[in-house]
Each structure stands twice: as structure tokens, then as C-alpha cells.
């Protein structure tokens, strides 16, 4: 009796590219973080180099209960979850195929980072009332990331989705970049509106 496990074709190296270039952003941004957390732990009255005013800075943000959700800091998670696509997207690159369950976990994994970044984002703009710059860049990578894990897992059959919408799966599959524009000219709108009052304190 064949024991053969079903794999998936290896998508495209667009795709790969992708995975790679917002993984390696995020992992930046999680980076330049955790390193701002230290030097705030260490001289905690001096400003940060991301404080750039009452409303934009990293400092104000780290001093909350929510960068630190689960014990401990945020950027944490995003050292060990960025470097994850970048791994992936690598190893499509040199060849490599994976399993459905595999492609399946990666999409749960992509989209609960996606709604913990959208959490993140909601906190800061309507709870917090900070921007945190270095935040911005991780939530600037993980959207285009998002996007384009979930349109090829939908296309491509790795996740269910109602039947009449395969065929706008599959059309757009390659089109992340329209869905990362729009929401990210949502977030923009957003951001601009909520804190509409306030620019006019980074020209004084």
C-alpha cells in the first residue's frame, strides 16, 4: 500500500520574494524594537530615537499593558515570526515542496499574526492615542504578507472558501498588491483622521 504524502506545486518565485522581503522588513522593525525596549529598560528617562513627538513614540507605547500582551514584549514574537516567511520563502527558492497540512498551518499562522497586527493597530490609534514608528514598518510588512499567503491558499484549494468565489481567488491570486493598497490607504485614512488635531504639533 503506497505511503506517498500528497504535496502542493511550490509557488512562484514572486511569491517566494514576497515572503522573503516583508519577512526580512518585519524582522527589522521587531529587531529595532526589542533594542529600543532595552536601552528604555536600562536609562528609562531618556527619550528614544523613535520619540518624535507626544503622539509619535515608541517609548509612550512600550510603557503599556499592550506591548507586552503575553508577559512579555511584543517585538519577541516578531524576531521569531518574521523569520519564519523568510525561511519559507528561501526554501521555495531552492526547490523545495510541502505538505497540505504544512501550507494550512502556514496560512493559520499568516493570518493570526494579521489579526494580532490589526488588534495592535486599533489599541494604538483608539485606545492608546500613540504612534509607534517601528510599529508602523511591522505592520507596513505584514499586510502585503497577509495578502498574498491568503489569496494564493485560497486559489490554490489549501483553504475552503464558498465555490462561486474560487474563480475571484483565482483571478487575483497574483494581485495582492491591490488588497495590500487598499488597506493600507484605510490604515493611512484612518490614522490621518484620528489624529487630525495633532500634526500640527510636529511643525512647532
Known amino acids: 500500500m503506497s505511503t506517498e504524502i500528497e504535496t502542493i506545486e511550490s509557488p512562484s518565485k514572486r511569491y517566494a520574494a514576497t515572503l522573503i522581503w516583508t519577512g526580512i522588513l518585519g524582522w527589522i522593525a521587531a529587531f529595532s524594537l526589542t533594542v529600543e525596549r532595552i536601552h528604555l529598560a536600562e536609562f528609562p528617562n531618556q527619550a528614544l530615537s523613535c520619540d518624535m513627538s507626544p503622539f509619535i513614540s515608541c ?7 499592550q506591548s507586552h500582551l503575553f508577559g512579555f514584549p511584543n517585538p519577541i514574537i516578531g524576531l521569531a515570526a518574521f523569520f519564519a516567511p523568510i525561511l519559507v520563502g528561501f526554501a521555495i527558492l531552492a526547490g523545495a515542496r510541502f505538505a497540505p497540512w504544512f501550507w494550512r498551518c502556514f496560512v493559520v499562522a499568516i493570518s493570526m499574526g494579521f489579526i494580532f497586527v490589526l488588534w495592535l493597530f486599533a489599541q494604538s490609534v483608539f485606545v492608546i492615542h500613540v504612534l509607534c514608528p517601528y510599529c ?9 504578507l497577509f495578502w498574498r499567503v491568503f489569496l494564493h491558499a485560497a486559489a490554490e484549494g489549501i483553504i475552503d472558501v464558498p465555490i462561486k468565489t474560487v474563480g475571484f481567488f483565482v483571478r487575483w491570486a497574483d494581485s495582492a498588491w491591490v488588497f495590500t493598497l487598499i488597506t493600507e490607504l484605510v490604515a493611512v485614512m484612518t490614522i490621518v483622521i484620528a489624529f487630525w488635531s495633532q500634526w500640527g504639533t510636529l511643525f512647532h
Not at 517609548?59 to 499593558?65: E, I, N, P
Not at 508602523?136 to 502585503?144: F, G, Y
Open 136 to 144: 508602523m514598518v511591522a505592520w507596513t510588512a505584514m499586510i502585503p
Open 59 to 65: 517609548g509612550s507605547v512600550m510603557k503599556t499593558a
